[in-house]
């Protein structure tokens, strides 16, 4: 069993920076894929990011790709997501979640990531 906790949510102008980060507990983070999902008022929950536990691939959506960074820190049990040149469209809920240890598949679905922080607010303002 795994918990996740994230931080770094907040308010910021459009174009601006931020950086997430999610702290998990247990023994296995380093061998669970993590990601980043986030949910806006009204909308389904969505993949943004993502990072295997074999050889660190990263994976993103189309709608942060070039803009946002995800990163693991296997000794600090820590997943980042760095956010930039933000956008009001970015204003969501921001979670942290993990996959059953021991698999390299990065999925792009909600239902297939076990553990769930409880979610950040990210708003940006134009």
């Known amino acids: 069993q795994v918990q996740l906790v994230e931080s770094g949510g907040g308010l910021v102008q459009a174009g601006g920076s931020l950086r997430l980060s999610c702290a998990a507990s247990?023994?296995?983070?380093?061998?669970?894929?993590m990601a980043w999902l986030r949910q806006a008022p009204g909308k389904e929950r969505e993949f943004i990011a993502g990072?295997?536990?074999?050889?660190?691939?990263?994976y993103y959506a189309d709608s942060v790709k070039g803009r946002f960074t995800i990163s693991r820190d296997n000794a600090k049990n820590t997943v980042d997501l760095q956010m930039n040149s933000l956008k009001v469209e970015d204003t969501a809920v921001y979670y942290c979640?993990?996959?059953?240890?021991?698999?390299?598949?990065?999925?792009?679905?909600?239902?297939?990531?076990?553990?769930w922080g409880q979610g950040t607010q990210v708003t940006v303002s134009s």
């Open positions: 990072v295997t536990w074999v050889a660190g691939t990263t």
């Open positions: 979640a993990a996959r059953p240890p021991n698999s390299a598949y990065l999925p792009v679905k909600q239902w297939d990531y076990d553990y």
């Open positions: 247990g023994r296995t983070f380093s061998r669970r894929t």
